[in-house]
């Protein structure tokens, strides 16, 4: 899902063995600059696709780190064409900052002729135009450890450096199984490549069950970075992952547990109000054409249950540690009622 469709199209997802590619550009936007890239307010830009989960992961941590006037956003299009993420929600279809059509544009600024998939999360360079990264895992690590001194008054710590072994080591499994693990089930190629990856998705998610029935956070009794990487995939898992790529032993919802935890970070600002139902299933029921060779996107899950009481204050915690919520949404970059409960 950060991947582009590349040279064979929308039409290739479903229909070959899925690979997640290792991210091209890996380039650091560092404290020190190291990488040629120093920290610097309102040089880069945020570019993401509210549908994609690996973006997701950067607009909840530019929200809850106060990020938002140091690293201005760009939303492209859900409904992504054959050449890549598009801006057709701006006026006469380019970013109003970047002034290009297609995320490509940035790309081909930075390296002429890749080959790659474009894509989301990506960091651009204003100035110049050209990517910085499409480092999906290292982004948001970056984002609460490199650009502290532009985090606002009251920022959490997502990423504690006495807990970050623990953090590694949740997250990694939740990589393999379940962030991955989905996208690894809705487009295989055969049974038995399925029910591999689909039984992999339920027994990780039946592990973290005992741990999140007795603790309201992952790693620790705050918010950190592996809630966010778990968050984004659970969101999304009744609308999309449940019917369009069959991981259907059971629903999200049927989980107490994990409904309760996922409503609990859902409610907590800096989750739930960059989460857009109507980009995520637009996207994966009309771009996945291998898959969904219709593109209709089906009516439900009913979204009202989101906003019910969840009760997982009961277990203690605090979630942001020390810190302070986020403020309100700045304006133009609200979730549109359609895609809200």
Not at 39 to 45: D, E, I, L, N
Not at 292 to 321: A, K, M
Request: proline share 7%.
């Amino acid at each position: 899902m950060s991947e582009g469709a590349g040279e064979a199209g929308n039409s290739a997802y479903g229909r070959k063995a899925f690979k997640r590619s290792r991210s091209h550009f890996a380039d650091r936007v560092t404290a020190d600059g190291r990488d040629g890239w120093p920290v610097a307010a309102g040089r880069y830009r945020l570019v993401v696709s509210r549908a994609c989960p690996w973006a997701s992961r950067a607009l909840v941590s530019r929200r809850l780190l106060g990020l938002e006037q140091a690293l201005s956003l760009a939303v492209a299009d859900p409904i992504q064409d054959d050449r890549s993420w598009r801006f057709t929600l701006d006026p006469d279809g380019r970013d109003p900052v970047l002034g290009i059509r297609y995320l490509s544009e940035a790309y081909d600024r930075r390296e002429t002729g890749y080959p790659g998939g474009v894509s989301v999360p990506a960091i651009v360079d204003v100035p110049s135009g050209a990517l910085v990264t499409n480092d999906f895992q290292q982004i948001t690590l970056d984002l609460a450890t490199e650009w502290t001194a532009l985090h606002r008054p009251g920022a959490p710590d997502l990423y504690p450096e006495k807990l970050r072994d623990e953090i590694d080591e949740v997250m990694a499994g939740i990589y393999h199984d379940v962030n991955n693990g989905v996208y690894r089930a809705g487009f295989a190629t055969g049974q038995e490549e399925y029910e591999e990856a689909c039984a992999g998705v339920f027994r990780r998610l039946e592990l973290l069950t005992p741990r999140l029935e007795r603790q309201r956070y992952l790693v620790g009794d705050t918010i950190t970075e592996a809630d966010i990487r778990l968050f984004t995939t659970l969101v999304r898992f009744d609308a999309v992952y449940h019917g369009h790529f069959k991981c259907n032993r059971w629903k999200l919802t049927e989980s107490p547990v994990l409904w309760g935890y996922v409503r609990d970070l859902f409610q907590t600002p800096g989750f739930g109000d960059t989460v857009d139902f109507d980009h995520i299933k637009r996207h994966y029921y009309q771009v996945h054409t291998g898959v969904n060779p219709t593109r209709i996107v089906p009516l439900g899950p009913d979204l009202s249950g989101w906003l019910t009481p969840h009760h997982r204050e009961e277990l203690g915690g605090r979630p942001f540690g020390d810190g302070t919520p986020p403020g309100p949404v700045p304006a133009g970059e609200e979730v549109p009622a359609r895609g809200r409960p």
